[in-house]
């Protein structure tokens, strides 16, 4: 051989060339599940911490509304018992005077108009658009439910009170939180096996090769079908 030919050249082995290609691949998609894996944690505990707030705004409203309910209550019960007092007393009235007894009836009539006024200082303290009128014409009662849910389409123009929302949406974050994570396993055991048929320089690279592989396209696969769920509204 001639002092003045040049050295053989190596071939480049290709197959190592595919694979670092392919380490760089899903090293990038590590690195991309990793960080949506840590948003959804994050929105999760923030949605959780949302609900507990909520939760919370809804107690203080609802303690609020049953205290006026409370109030309401007794000053309907002061208002129906001094009424019912009233037509009981003046039906006395009428007795005596009939009965020719004037002076029992003229204290019966005082008495019966100091129960009127009761009754009418009472209806004073009560919501009155939410008495519920009987059959005959007379207030029966008064409508807690409509109150409380009046009060609480109020308070929700101003604080967030739907706890179940926010809870389901952590539900949602936590459970999107855990499936990234999974999957992050799933692609950090590709690139282990992608690593292998790297440093391998036998045979059995090709089945750390085929096995990384298979991992990366099984994870894709249920990323597309998970997706196509989600789209069609299945999920």
Do not use: C
């Amino acid at each position: 051989m001639s002092e003045n030919s040049e050295p053989a050249k190596e071939k480049p082995d290709r197959l190592s060339t595919i694979i670092t290609v392919l380490i760089a691949l899903v090293s990038t998609v590590i690195a991309l599940v990793a960080s949506q894996s840590a948003v959804a944690a994050g929105n999760a505990t923030e949605a959780q911490h949302n609900g507990v707030l909520a939760k919370i705004n809804l107690e203080r409203v609802d303690g609020g509304t049953w205290a006026q309910v409370a109030r309401n209550q007794r000053a309907f019960s002061d208002y129906r018992f001094n009424r019912d007092l009233y037509f009981l007393t003046f039906d006395y009235v009428t007795e005596a005077e009939a009965s020719g007894n004037a002076a029992l009836g003229t204290a019966l009539r005082l008495e019966a108009a100091g129960q009127l006024e009761d009754s009418n200082n009472a209806y004073r303290y009560i919501d009155t658009g939410y008495l519920i009128t009987g059959e005959s014409g007379e207030y029966v009662g008064f409508d807690e439910a409509t109150y409380l849910s009046d009060r609480r389409q109020s308070a929700a123009v101003t604080v967030d009170i739907d706890f179940e929302d926010d809870f389901a949406d952590a539900a949602r974050w936590r459970t999107e939180a855990l499936s990234l994570g999974a999957s992050l396993f799933a692609w950090f055991l590709s690139l282990a096996f992608l690593t292998w048929a790297e440093i391998t320089k036998t045979a059995l690279r090709w089945v750390w090769l085929v096995a990384g592989l298979l991992v990366a396209v099984a994870i894709t696969a249920v990323y597309a079908i998970s997706g196509v769920i989600g789209m069609m509204g299945l999920g």
